[in-house]
């Protein structure tokens, strides 16, 4: 007999030998109805494992994450046999879960596939679910595995296999179809009902440019055809708030190839859009004891070796600039943070100077490939709110808490009301992606879980998802599609400390060691705009929007009672422009209502004689016949209710 403990803590126990599906069976026929997947000891299983040792027992319906990731891995196999069926002689390499869904990467060689080809290869994937196939997993030794490999003339098989320990290979075996797989498989092919394809893009093998491209087969899958529906509804929604199609109709940036991939060029409407947030976020920040500092875009190479960031990110980032001075080196700064380092080390403080908290909208640089780029979600250049406090070990747990209601209030007064709080701390079994002692890290992680459980927040524990100086806080966002996304960070550090070798005189007359705390509320301004822009579908909140009202005359004649209005807006700060091209007044409220104008205002011949304005609400509301003062007393009501003061 075994002794499985449940998530309650419940304990079984059991015959060696039971499986996950036996020991839901014996909770409830119901549950393992619905039992699709399973965790023992943290390891992925099959429900039909052999379990013989005592352990702890995890079981996934399709209403869990791991859940999911089984029946989209499941699904991506059906879709790969699919494709070897259709067609003859490709290869295929790897098929792995992701959030919304599956990929698998496959050499077509001659051959080729579009979105054209996605019904006769759903249809036929369907077909091969329907047959209600068992997923079985079986052990294959090293030899074994490299000859059905090579005998298919797969090389990309070969290579994973090469790789692997003899021992610990698995093959997945369903239908007709065979695959290199780890496992973790829905019970059968059946309990697969709806079937997408979404798109086709290439992929480099493993990533590296210097590999053969791949044909990258993206998709999904639900166990009710209802669900995909609904999915397909939401891509639909997606789609219209996509932040690169908004981003264009109103205006806010662009990209040029000339100026490069991945390097956003912002254009008035959005250099304002980006002005406002800044102001808002330094009006707070004054409030909050900040001191405001300015850095350069480059930083000697020797600056990114101390902090780390040179071995992080140099190989993979843009190379250093040489000087005419020989083996002078610059780069252009990956990090914020070791320039705000080198400003606390300009003078000694005392305890009695601490915290110092220094915050900068600083511009960083990071090479990423260009198949990764993604409109401002995924850039080259970033400016981040970066700011660093650098405070002693008692202020520590005080100003974490600070910064989170920092957070949350920016949160709030951008409409982001459904997060997450993620704890990310190190991954313990490869601690070589990490810096720093393991004592330092241990009492940054707590130091974080201690702050988010006294401010009362709703948070997980995610391991390996730490920087690699140090455990944070990240928000994670629901936007208003119900997409996940992160946004604000905070982060504890020992570690920059001392390779920069940062002290400050204690009340012992003795040198101490700072502790730096790393935050961005917004994470970084392109990003940020572009959740902003995708949430709110460009209908930003009224006190950040660029252009509050447009004043539209009816004709030539009442233009100049449409520049005296505007003027009288103006001295109410309201920021508004002014419609006097030759069109109809349909045509400027329909152009208007594409920019997301929040008001309309039409002034005619009426309006002139009684000194009203005619208020028309971005959507179609009429707001009726309104003073300026009026107007202005609704828009400053309306601003209140979502900013308030920090």
């Given at each position: 007999m075994i002794k499985i403990t449940l998530p309650?803590?419940?304990?079984?126990?059991?015959?060696?030998?039971?499986?996950?599906?036996?020991?839901?069976?014996?909770?409830?026929?119901?549950?393992?109805?619905?039992?699709?997947?399973?965790?023992?000891?943290?390891?992925?299983?099959?429900?039909?494992?052999?379990?013989?040792?005592d352990g702890t027992l995890t079981l996934y319906t399709w209403n869990d994450d791991e859940g999911k990731k089984a029946f989209w891995h499941s699904t991506s196999h059906v879709v790969a046999q699919a494709l070897e069926e259709l067609y003859p002689g490709i290869k295929l390499t790897i098929g792995p879960a992701i959030e919304n869904g599956f990929y698998y990467d496959v050499d077509f060689g001659d051959q080729s596939i579009s979105e054209k080809d996605f019904p006769k290869i759903e249809k036929k994937a369907l077909e091969i679910a329907r047959g209600k196939h068992d997923y079985k997993m079986r052990s294959v030794s090293k030899t074994d595995a490299l000859s059905y490999y090579k005998s298919q003339g797969n090389e990309?098989?070969?290579?994973?296999?090469?790789?692997?320990?003899?021992?610990?290979?698995?093959?997945?075996?369903?239908?007709?179809?065979?695959?290199?797989?780890?496992?973790?498989?829905?019970?059968?092919?059946?309990?697969?009902?709806?079937?997408?394809?979404?798109?086709?893009?290439?992929?480099y093998w493993r990533g590296d440019e210097n590999n053969t491209q791949l044909t990258r087969v993206y998709g999904i899958s639900f166990p009710k055809q209802k669900e995909l529906t609904e999915y397909l509804h939401l891509l639909e929604e997606a789609k219209k708030?996509?932040?690169?199609?908004?981003?264009?109709?109103?205006?806010?940036?662009?990209f040029s190839q000339k100026v490069g991939q991945g390097l956003p060029l912002w254009l008035p409407n959005g250099a304002a859009l980006r002005e406002r947030l800044e102001q808002f976020l330094k009006k707070a920040q004054k409030k909050a004891g900040y001191e405001m500092v300015v850095t350069p875009h480059i930083g000697q190479k020797e600056l990114y070796v101390t902090s780390g960031h040179y071995a992080k990110y140099g190989e993979d980032s843009f190379q250093p600039i040489h000087t005419p001075k020989e083996d002078e080196e610059f780069l252009l700064k990956p990090m914020n943070c070791p320039h705000h380092c080198e400003i606390y080390n300009s003078q000694p403080f005392s305890y009695k100077d601490l915290p110092k908290r220094?915050?900068?909208?600083?511009?960083?640089?990071?090479?990423?490939?260009?198949?990764?780029?993604?409109?401002?979600?995924?850039?080259?250049?970033?400016?981040?709110?970066?700011?660093?406090?650098?405070?002693?070990?008692?202020?520590?747990?005080?100003e974490f808490k600070n910064v989170i209601d920092l957070t949350l209030y920016v949160l709030n007064s951008l409409g982001f009301d459904n997060f997450t709080?993620?704890?990310?701390?190190?991954?313990?079994?490869?601690?070589?992606?990490?810096?720093?002692a393991k004592e330092d890290w241990e009492k940054a992680e707590q130091a974080i879980i201690d702050a988010a459980e006294e401010k009362g927040l709703n948070y997980v524990v995610e391991s390996g998802e730490a920087a690699f100086y140090g455990p944070k806080l990240d928000f994670m966002i629901k936007d208003?599609?119900?997409?996940?996304?992160?946004?604000?960070?905070?982060?504890?550090?020992?570690?920059?400390?001392?390779?920069?070798?940062?002290?400050?005189?204690?009340?012992?007359?003795?040198?101490?060691?700072?502790?730096?705390?790393?935050?961005?509320?917004?994470?970084?301004?392109?990003?940020?705009?572009?959740?902003?822009?995708?949430?709110?579908?460009?209908?930003?909140?009224?006190?950040?929007?660029?252009?509050q009202a447009i004043v539209l005359p009816v004709s030539e004649k009442h233009e100049k009672y449409a520049q005296k209005?505007?003027?009288?807006?103006?001295?109410?700060?309201?920021?508004?422009?002014?419609?006097?091209?030759?069109?109809?007044?349909?045509?400027?409220?329909?152009?208007?209502?594409?920019?997301?104008?929040?008001?309309?205002?039409?002034?005619?011949?009426?309006?002139?004689?009684?000194?009203?304005?005619?208020?028309r609400r971005h959507g179609g509301e009429d707001l009726g016949g309104l003073s300026v003062d009026a107007f202005s007393d609704l828009v400053t009501t309306e601003i209140n209710s979502t900013l308030k003061s920090f």
């Open positions: 309650d803590g419940a304990v079984k126990e059991v015959e060696m030998g039971t499986t996950p599906m036996d020991v839901a069976k014996s909770i409830s026929e119901g549950l393992a109805r619905n039992v699709i997947s399973a965790k023992f000891n943290d390891t992925t299983v099959e429900t039909v494992t052999p379990l013989n040792e990309y098989k070969v290579e994973l296999i090469e790789n692997l320990d003899d021992g610990t290979i698995t093959f997945c075996d369903h239908s007709t179809f065979t695959d290199l797989c780890r496992g973790g498989h829905i019970p059968n092919t059946g309990i697969i009902k709806a079937i997408k394809l979404l798109s086709v893009a290439g992929a708030r996509d932040h690169r199609k908004l981003g264009k109709e109103l205006e806010l940036f662009t220094y915050a900068e909208f600083g511009t960083v640089y990071r090479y990423e490939q260009s198949g990764e780029l993604h409109g401002l979600t995924r850039v080259r250049g970033f400016t981040q709110d970066d700011a660093h406090i650098f405070c002693t070990t008692e202020q520590l747990n005080d709080a993620q704890v990310s701390v190190r991954d313990l079994e490869n601690p070589e992606k990490y810096i720093g208003a599609l119900g997409r996940s996304w992160q946004l604000g960070t905070i982060q504890v550090d020992y570690n920059l400390p001392k390779r920069f070798d940062l002290t400050y005189k204690g009340s012992d007359n003795e040198l101490h060691r700072p502790v730096m705390i790393h935050r961005a509320p917004f994470g970084s301004m392109e990003r940020f705009v572009a959740l902003l822009l995708e949430h709110t579908g460009g209908n930003f909140p009224l006190w950040l929007i660029p252009t209005v505007l003027n009288s807006l103006e001295n109410h700060e309201i920021r508004a422009l002014i419609d006097n091209r030759n069109e109809t007044v349909g045509k400027k409220i329909r152009e208007a209502e594409l920019k997301k104008i929040p008001f309309m205002i039409i002034v005619g011949e009426q309006e002139e004689e009684s000194a009203t304005i005619s208020v």
